[in-house]
């Protein structure tokens, strides 16, 4: 269907929208009919011809099963199609499948805003008149939490040329209260020059002690050597990292080195002073 004929389609329906439920029913609606013609449409690729086409194969269509599935505008009933052999597997709507997967990406960004199961099984009551069970909601957290897992644990390169380390605080919603979280990140650049995060650490506060835990943890994923790690000026650091990677050179951030240059500098010469570090900093040589 090109432009001209959506536009055509959109505003006869809209002459029937006179409420928010009415659009409502109509995305409803409107999602069904794709959704029925797509796994048709699959169904025909399955079985190589299309409905009432003749054909000498011994599968063909075998009538249809009742389907609900739960979307953003509440639940939709499906009569998805079948074939005699039971050998169709539709990759839109897959079989046992309950709900689109932009629910899970609600799920989790309600999940992520700290809100309980039961806020959330409300919310999606309230918003979207959608029925999910507790049950649901931890399916979808758990199944994220163990992508989480599995990627924290994955084997790493043997060598890094350049390892980033720093932390970041971040403020997080933990027992209905707003609170600071260390966040350590390390961000590697591989042989081929492209960035990798090699992983991600929640503290209650930044030091060297937990640094020299994280790089431990890299040393025991597979990294076996560091050649430059650049991080900021924090007391001990420098020994962590070479506690575990002795020949590794630690090279202070050109940014914390600039920040720690500028405290010193008198707001009238900020300006001044900022174009000059500039220069130096990238310039190609030491002259």
């Not at 943890?217 to 506690?243: H, M, S, W, Y």
């Not at 202070?252 to 174009?275: E, F, Q």
Request: proline fraction near 3%; include cysteine; charged fraction near 25%.
């Amino acid at each position: 269907m090109n432009k001209k004929a959506l536009e055509a389609f959109g505003k006869q329906a809209a002459k029937s929208i006179k409420t928010e439920a009415d659009l409502t029913d109509f995305r409803r609606m409107l999602t069904k009919i794709t959704v029925e013609a797509a796994l048709n449409a699959e169904l025909d690729e399955h079985l190589g011809y299309a409905r009432h086409e003749q054909s000498q194969q011994n599968n063909y269509r075998n009538g249809y099963s009742s389907k609900t599935i739960r979307t953003e505008d509440g639940q939709v009933d499906l009569d998805a199609p079948r074939d005699r052999d039971s050998s169709f597997e539709p990759q839109l709507v897959k079989k046992n499948q309950t709900r689109f997967t932009s629910m899970d990406d609600k799920i989790l960004y309600l999940y992520s805003k700290g809100m309980t199961t039961r806020d959330i099984v409300a919310t999606f009551k309230e918003i979207y008149d959608a029925d999910v069970s507790p049950s649901l909601i931890s399916r979808v957290t758990n199944a994220v939490i163990e992508q989480v897992i599995e990627w924290q644990a994955r084997p790493l390169d043997a060598v890094y040329p350049i390892v980033y380390l720093d932390c970041l605080v971040v403020k997080i919603r933990q027992d209905k209260r707003v609170i600071n979280k260390a966040v350590y990140l390390a961000l590697g650049v591989n042989i081929e020059g492209h960035k990798e995060l090699l992983g991600m650490w929640i503290s209650e506060n930044e030091g060297a002690k937990f640094w020299l835990n994280v790089l431990t943890e890299l040393q025991n994923r597979g990294v076996k050597d560091i050649l430059i790690a650049c991080v900021d000026g924090l007391k001990g650091f420098p020994d962590a990292i070479n506690t575990v990677y002795p020949q590794t050179q630690v090279q202070l951030c050109i940014v914390h080195m600039v920040r720690n240059s500028l405290k010193l500098v008198p707001w009238k010469d900020y300006k001044a002073v900022t174009g000059d570090l500039k220069q130096i900093y990238q310039s190609v040589t030491e002259e």
